[in-house]
């Protein structure tokens, strides 16, 4: 049987799923400040954990990488902004797809400050905004300071048994589209 994963390394020469070892790390540069995680399961559950500390109204940005039903490659923003029991019942409704397949990132933003928590194709989140409050709940649930790095070499894994999710996806909100910007879209 096919364990069915998201973002892989190389295990004793074999392909395998990657985990972090549930670390974070801070990243401060002059202009802003990040706490990256590396969460080994669970990583929906621990963005709505960031996010519902935030007052909300949340706007969420999909960003689409590569499409297996041909969907432009894009960046998908929702057309209004939703509270966040919306929210939590996008992300549980497509938990499985976002945590076990490659093809895209995921951004939750708090409308009015601006904060920030996005979850990424090599299956890192990243949290922009109260890094001390993220920090002090990581730690709560386990987490470690250590190094979060995306090995090398890597794969991303784009399954087709997740290929309805992203038909679904793409009907669930009214999104705006935009093109994509490489910059902008890694994290």
């Known amino acids: 049987m096919t364990t069915i994963y998201k973002f892989g390394s190389l295990e004793d020469g074999n392909w395998a799923r990657h985990c972090y070892g549930n670390v974070f790390a801070r990243e401060v540069h002059p202009e802003w400040s990040r706490v990256t995680i590396g969460a080994d399961a669970g990583q929906v559950s621990l963005m709505l954990d960031i996010a519902k500390r935030w007052s909300g109204p949340f706007g969420v940005l999909y960003v689409l990488v590569v499409s297996r039903r041909g969907y432009e490659e894009a960046r998908y923003q929702s057309a209004r902004p939703c509270d966040f029991d919306d929210l939590a019942d996008f992300a549980g409704t497509f938990r499985e797809f ?12 708090d409308v009015p400050t601006k904060k920030q928590v996005v979850y990424d194709k090599h299956d890192l989140i990243y949290s922009y905004g109260d890094d001390d409050a993220v920090i002090s709940l990581l730690e709560r649930k386990g987490f470690v300071a250590g190094d ?8 991303h894994s784009y399954n087709r048994e997740h290929d309805d999710y992203e ?12 093109p994509l910007q490489e910059e902008l879209d890694n994290p």
């Open 167 to 178: 038909d679904k996806v793409m009907t669930y909100f009214e999104w705006i589209e935009f």
């Open 148 to 155: 979060p790095r995306i090995p090398f070499p890597h794969q």
């Open 98 to 109: 976002f945590e076990q397949d490659g093809r895209h990132h995921l951004w939750f933003m």
